[in-house]
């Protein structure tokens, strides 16, 4: 079933990940219980799915604790929000925009 807002993801959702990357949970669930529809294991898709959207936004950090204390884990954003801000589809970029942000690309020898 898809997800109105992240206060309805499951528990282990909403007390595991920051507010940004439940947004990027909802949103690939959705779009993936979407596209499976009619699959047999259209929610476990789109669980799976999502999950992989939100480990490719956030990487998990672990700190070395003080003796005798648990250990402690976060999320940390691969990428700043400016950064993200900047983006563009890849169907706006054209060829000579990919070469000229990658100078060792073929092209550039010729």
């Keep these: 079933m898809p997800y109105r807002s992240n206060i309805d993801l499951p528990a282990s959702v909403r007390d ?24 047999v294991r259209q929610e476990e898709i789109a ?17 070395t604790p003080p003796r005798g204390s648990a250990r402690t884990t976060a999320l940390l954003p691969l990428y700043s929000d400016s950064a993200l801000a900047n983006l563009r589809p890849a169907s706006d970029l054209s060829r000579k925009s990919i070469i000229e942000v990658h ?8």
Excluded at 47 to 63: E, Q
Excluded at 103 to 110: I, L, N, R
């Design 16 to 39: 595991h990940l920051p507010s940004h990357a439940q947004d990027i949970y909802r949103a690939a669930f959705n779009h993936a219980f979407a596209a499976h529809a009619r699959e």
């Design 103 to 110: 100078p060792g690309g073929a092209d550039s020898a010729s």
């Design 47 to 63: 669980h799976r799915t999502a999950w992989a959207a939100v480990k490719r936004s956030y990487v998990k950090a672990t700190g």
